[in-house]
């Protein structure tokens, strides 16, 4: 049972243009939510966050939005740059006997192409 | 900051053996750190979780006899894949949290291989 589904294997932007990427969840009982970035044969890099009771954070190139009627997040990445050609997996957070619990949706392979 | 280092990046074993991988949080201090485990072209894969000084909590389906865990010291955690099978090989990443705003920082990850 996948609780964070990121539906969307790669997507394809020019640079400079918008990159969104989608993410959806089941579990309502999820309080935080990540984007981690990921390059071949390395391990993940945090991106940014947000907490259940906003509806959208941003740093930078990056803003996460958050629909928790919908369950669904996505990121913004604006401009796109190279740089950016990465995979990207969106992470839930549930905190059973205080220590965080991540789950990871399946990626999404961005290209970002001149 | 908030680097975590894993040792060995690559590692070739034949089956039967074992093979430990090292995780450490070089510059915070981490009260609780994750095992992953990835397949070719998919998701991070929680394999289990633990805390300094306790016993690690698996994740259903994950042998634990066959996946040791040690979290010796709040910067050290080490997983043992015992006797080893080719169906093991996979990429390994270890995550550290410091327990702040449920980040985890994770570490470059270990390439097994069981021939």
């Known amino acids: 049972d996948q609780q964070v589904k990121q539906n969307s294997p790669s997507l394809s932007v020019q640079e400079g243009r918008i990159s969104i990427l989608n993410c959806d969840y089941t579990n309502s009982m999820f309080d935080y939510f990540l984007w981690y970035k990921k390059y071949p044969a390395e391990g993940p890099t945090f991106l940014i966050s947000?907490?259940?009771?906003?509806d959208k954070n941003e740093d930078g190139r990056f803003t996460v939005f958050l629909n928790k009627s919908a369950k669904h997040l996505s990121l913004h990445i604006v401009p796109s740059q190279p740089g950016d050609s990465a995979v990207y997996f969106c992470a839930a957070s549930v905190t059973p006997g205080g220590y965080n619990k991540l789950i990871f949706g399946a990626g999404t392979r961005l290209a970002v192409h001149p | 900051g908030a680097v975590v280092s894993q040792h060995p990046s690559r590692v070739i074993c034949k089956s039967g053996t074992s093979v430990k991988i090292e995780c450490r949080s070089l510059d915070f201090q981490a009260t609780t750190m994750f095992w992953y485990r990835q397949f070719p072209k998919q998701s991070l894969m929680l394999m289990a979780t633990?805390?300094?000084?306790?016993?690690?909590?698996?994740e259903q389906g994950v042998e634990k006899d066959k996946f040791l865990i040690n979290h010796a010291s709040l910067t050290l955690s080490t997983l043992t894949v015992t006797s080893a099978h080719p169906e093991d090989s996979s990429f390994y990443i270890c995550s550290a949290s410091p327990g702040l705003h449920n980040e985890q920082f994770f570490g470059p990850g270990t390439r097994l291989t069981v021939l």
């Open positions: 633990s805390n300094e000084g306790s016993k690690a909590t698996y």
């Open positions: 947000i907490s259940s009771i906003k």
